[in-house]
T-cell receptor, first 113, second 114 residues
Framework: NAGVTQTPKFQVLKTGQSMTLQCAQD?????MYWYRQDPGMGLRLIYY???????DKGEVPNGYNVSRLNKREFSLRLESAAPSQTSVYFC????????????FGSGTRLTVV | AQSVTQLGSHVSVSEGALVLLRCNYS??????LFWYVQYPNQGLQLLLK??????LVKGINGFEAEFKKSETSFHLTKPSAHMSDAAEYFC????????????FGSGTRLSIRP
């Protein structure tokens, strides 16, 4: 089925470890996004890529880096994980302007101990 | 800047009763408004959206929402709740001028009582 695929689905890290969250979409969408979801806070934008080769900071970029590897793939890297980064991470994509809403992946549940 | 406020972090209704989830927005330009639903351990699915035109918008699963500019509201309703409607619902806003970024509300968890 067409959509947004995120890996891994679950991950436990120790404080200070690094990891990369992977995201791929097969809908030929131009724009891709990383959000984090925390209880009572909704979804907050970490980084986004409006098109291949560009990336921009969102609301909460500190502690994260991103790479738009090609049109399909957009990865999120935690260089030195902190307990405050315990969250559920969602990747999303859209075609063109955001007026049509996002297509979301199923999420990565990350725990930093 | 745009923002969204969802009134009530948790709403509980009986099966067959009216569902009303409240959303108010703030935007200095004409808004585009969305409702998303999230079932446990899943991503978000688009329920419905308002961009321009008719202010009463119908979505999937019998939900609808009405854009009221004078009240800066976009409340979500369903005439008769079903057990399968239990989920978390998010209201979101963007605009043509910032259409690459959508701002989400904090969510409302809907519970259905048998």
């Amino acid at each position: 089925n067409a959509g947004v695929t995120q890996t891994p689905k679950f991950q436990v890290l120790k404080t200070g470890q690094s990891m990369t969250l992977q995201c791929a979409q097969d809908m030929n969408h131009n724009s891709m996004y990383w959000y984090r979801q925390d209880p009572g806070m909704g979804l907050r934008l970490i980084y986004y890529s409006a098109s291949e080769g560009t990336t921009d900071k969102g609301e909460v970029p500190n502690g994260y880096n991103v790479s738009r590897l090609n049109k399909r793939e957009f990865s999120l890297r935690l260089e030195s994980a902190a307990p405050s980064q315990t969250s559920v991470y969602f990747c999303a994509s859209i075609q063109g302007l955001g007026t049509y809403g996002y297509t979301f992946g199923s999420g990565t549940r990350l725990t930093v101990v | 800047a745009q923002s969204v406020t969802q009134l009530g972090s948790h709403v509980s209704v009986s099966e067959g009763a009216l569902v009303l989830l409240r959303c108010n927005y703030s935007s200095s330009v004409p808004p585009y408004l969305f409702w998303y639903v999230q079932y446990p351990n899943q991503g978000l699915q688009l329920l419905l959206k308002y961009t321009t035109g008719a202010t009463l918008v119908k979505g999937i699963n019998g939900f609808e929402a009405e854009f009221k500019k004078s009240e800066t509201s976009f409340h979500l309703t369903k005439p008769s709740a079903h057990m399968s409607d239990a989920a978390e619902y998010f209201c979101a806003v963007t605009s043509y001028s910032s259409a690459s970024k959508i701002i989400f509300g904090s969510g409302t968890r809907l519970s259905i009582r048998p």
